[in-house]
Structure formats: structure tokens, C-alpha cells
């Protein structure tokens, strides 16, 4: 008897025991608003100029306390939309931006040398409610306010990565050190440290504080085993230790947790590491750290499967991430977090064995397209939802 062997493409990864639903997680009713352009709600396929409303494939946005600022990356315009205060109607105009001379210009450091007031794909974002850091990606650096701008093109305070706000080289041409950066593509600021992904060098770097210099070195690495290294998966099969692609960092407790995308999981340290090398205890998405295909090898997804997540934070009772090639927000009871833990709630999308941009239709309100950053304040996500070029704000369930 011949077997067939043929890949069936509605098959969802194995899910052991019995069917799971969702819990509800996200507000049933869809985002209180989206931003993004006239058409933002339901987007059009159409030229996207440059103006106060439009953006194009945004990846990081921020609200920053819950009456303000919010501040979004308009990655594909290479620039910083900022609201003064939490916009209340679809659509709402921006204050004002940094990055450009004007709202109608775009370009690569507005197609010119790079400074404190330029970037080139801007991705990730994080506040402490007073300074601001942004992964300045394809010029390898990170960029640092004291305090939140309040003026249009308002040059930063302090790069890192880079020796001064002119460089724009990987690693500055050189190798990886503690100072160098190569494709950071997430920040955050947890109890006063700065962590960076440092996508392109297969780690994370950890400031013990805000750095006051342009150029300082990090304390410390997850990923490699030293500050020169950057070999993916440390140099290894997947495992505990390397990283493929880190895009973002969370702390829930004294829990520390790193999105790598790459290798299709999420890495869970229970105790924050104190010296390079330390492996992480366990990973969501995958039955183990040595497992690496996007939702296990099968091509729907299932409660325990990842596809890519990029984006991640931790809201109310949720640990929520970015499963961005499935087209869904992933989401765990911080309660439930342990070793290969199901979801135990789902956006976006209507189950746990269903992904597809825009659950394979045409845009409509609640659904999202490769999603790629969610960040929290209070009860609200803030979701930048890349592929139809449009920021949600979505409340939790109640």
C-alpha cells in the first residue's frame, strides 16, 4: 500500500486533549481607535504619501500615560508621529513629528546625513513615563530623550551604538563590542535598565541605567556568552542560550522574557541572569528549546504554536505577544506561564487553529495584518498593525 505523504496546508499543528476556547482577552467590540490615514479603519489599497494622518508600515507605538503623549514609528516614512495628547476620534491628525522637515517629506534620514533629529526605519519604543528610547534600526543605534519631545524634529539627547549621532555603520564597522549595535530592532526600560535586541548581533544588551553619554558600553548580554560575539544560537543548535532573532523584551515579576522570533518562541528566564551565558529555563511556542519551525512544522497554528512573534508586553493579568506572521495577538495568563504553556486567549483572529492576514478577507475593524509591536498602558494595547498601515488602540476584555 502506497502512504501518501502530501503536506495538507489546513492542517493546525498537533494539539493534545481536547478542543480549547479562547478566553476572552481583547474588548469584543474591536479597537476604541485606529490612526493611520482617511481610510485607516477599513484600509484601501492606495498610495501612501506622507501627511499628519498617514503612515506606512508603522511598527512601534506607545501610549504613554493614559490621557498622553502617544507617540508612534511611522517605520516606512522613517519618522516620529506624536500625539500631545491620547487622540480620541479615527484618524486624528498628529502634532507633530520628528525625523523630517515637514509632514509631506520622507526619506532615509530625510535623505540626508544623519543627526539627533533623523532615522532610518524606526521600530522599537519605550518610556519610563519621562525618558524615551528608540531603536533607530537600519542606522544601528538607539536613540535616548531625558525627557518626552515636545517640538517638531527635537533632536535627542544621547545615541548609542554609535560613537556620535553621524555614524550609522554595523557594529561601526568594526566588530561587536558592548558599544556596538547591528539591526536593533526593540527597546525597553524596565526598573531603570535599558535593554536593547540587538536583532543583527543575536542578543540582548542591558544597560543598568540610562545611559548620559553617546557611545557608553552595556553592563551586560543575553544570547552569547561574551560581548564580542554574535553568532546565531550562540554559535549552537537552538537551545536555551543563543537567539535568533530578539525583538523584545518583557519583565513580569522576576521573570525575564525575550521574543526570538527566529526561532519561533519565546524565551522565559525565572530569574533575571547576573553574567553572560546564563540559559534561559524555558520557552512558549516551541516543546523545547531545541525545537525551532514556525508553529511546530505544521501550517495552521495551534494554542501552543508560534509564527514570528516580534512584539510583546504584559497588560493587566496577560502576557500578550505579537504573533505576527499568523496575523494574531497571542496571549498567557501571567498566571499560566510555564514550560511549552497553551495561549490561553486569542486576537484578531476567531480561534486558536486560525491565522491569515486579515483572516484571509479584506481589512475590516478588528482585524489585523502582520502585526508587528504591542505595547500597554493600563488597560489599553496599543497595536501597530504593520500591513495595513494602521495603530489600533484595543481595551482589554472586562
Given at each position: 500500500m502506497k502512504v501518501s505523504l502530501a503536506f495538507n496546508r489546513n492542517?493546525?499543528?498537533p494539539q493534545s486533549g481536547p478542543v480549547r476556547v479562547p478566553q476572552p482577552m481583547l474588548d469584543a467590540s474591536g479597537p476604541s481607535l485606529i490612526?493611520?490615514?482617511e481610510n485607516a479603519e477599513v484600509p484601501l489599497a492606495e498610495p501612501i504619501a506622507p501627511n499628519r494622518t498617514a503612515?506606512?508600515?508603522?511598527r512601534g507605538a506607545l501610549l504613554i500615560r493614559p490621557e498622553g503623549p502617544f507617540i508612534v514609528c511611522d517605520t516606512g516614512h522613517h519618522r516620529l508621529m506624536i500625539w500631545n495628547e491620547k487622540p480620541v476620534t479615527?484618524?486624528?491628525?498628529?502634532?507633530?513629528?520628528?525625523g523630517q522637515p515637514t509632514f509631506e517629506h520622507e526619506g532615509r534620514n530625510a535623505k540626508g546625513d544623519a543627526c539627533a533629529a533623523t532615522l532610518n526605519v524606526p521600530t522599537g519604543i519605550a518610556s519610563d513615563g519621562t525618558v524615551l528610547a528608540i531603536a533607530d534600526a537600519w542606522n544601528h543605534r538607539v536613540l535616548i530623550w531625558h525627557t518626552i519631545p515636545t517640538e517638531m524634529n527635537q533632536p535627542a539627547d544621547i545615541v548609542i551604538g554609535q560613537e556620535d549621532f553621524s555614524g550609522v555603520l554595523a557594529n561601526r564597522g568594526e566588530e561587536a563590542t558592548a558599544s556596538t549595535t547591528n539591526?536593533?530592532?526593540g527597546v525597553a526600560i524596565i526598573d531603570g535598565k535599558l535593554l536593547v535586541a540587538d536583532t543583527g548581533n543575536r542578543r540582548v544588551l542591558i544597560w543598568n541605567d540610562i545611559p548620559t553619554?553617546?557611545?557608553?558600553?552595556?553592563?551586560m548580554v543575553m544570547g552569547q556568552e561574551n560581548m564580542v560575539t554574535r553568532d546565531e544560537n550562540a554559535g549552537r543548535d537552538p537551545g536555551p542560550l543563543g537567539m535568533r532573532w530578539p525583538h523584545s523584551v518583557v519583565a513580569i515579576g522576576e521573570k525575564i522574557l525575550v521574543s526570538d522570533a527566529g526561532n519561533n518562541r519565546v524565551m522565559v528566564w525565572d530569574k533575571w541572569p547576573t553574567k553572560?551565558?546564563?540559559p534561559c529555563d524555558y520557552v512558549l511556542g516551541q516543546k523545547d528549546s531545541a525545537s525551532l519551525e514556525h508553529n511546530r512544522a505544521a501550517y495552521l497554528p495551534n494554542d501552543k504554536a508560534l509564527n514570528m512573534p516580534y512584539g510583546m508586553t504584559a497588560i493587566g493579568d496577560w502576557l500578550i505577544a505579537a504573533d505576527t506572521a499568523n496575523s494574531r495577538i497571542a496571549g498567557w495568563r501571567k498566571s499560566s506561564i510555564s514550560a511549552d504553556a497553551p495561549l490561553d486567549g486569542v486576537g484578531a483572529q476567531p480561534d486558536f487553529t486560525s491565522k491569515g492576514d486579515n483572516r484571509w478577507g479584506?481589512?475590516?475593524h478588528d482585524s489585523v495584518c502582520w502585526p508587528y509591536w504591542v505595547s500597554a498602558c493600563e488597560n489599553t494595547l496599543a497595536i501597530s498593525d504593520s500591513g495595513n498601515n494602521r495603530v489600533m488602540l484595543w481595551e482589554l476584555a472586562q
Open positions: 492542517t493546525p499543528a490612526l493611520g490615514g503612515m506606512f508600515g508603522p479615527n484618524n486624528a491628525p498628529c502634532d507633530f513629528i520628528i539591526w536593533c530592532y553619554r553617546n557611545g557608553a558600553p552595556a553592563d553572560p551565558g546564563v479584506m481589512p475590516v
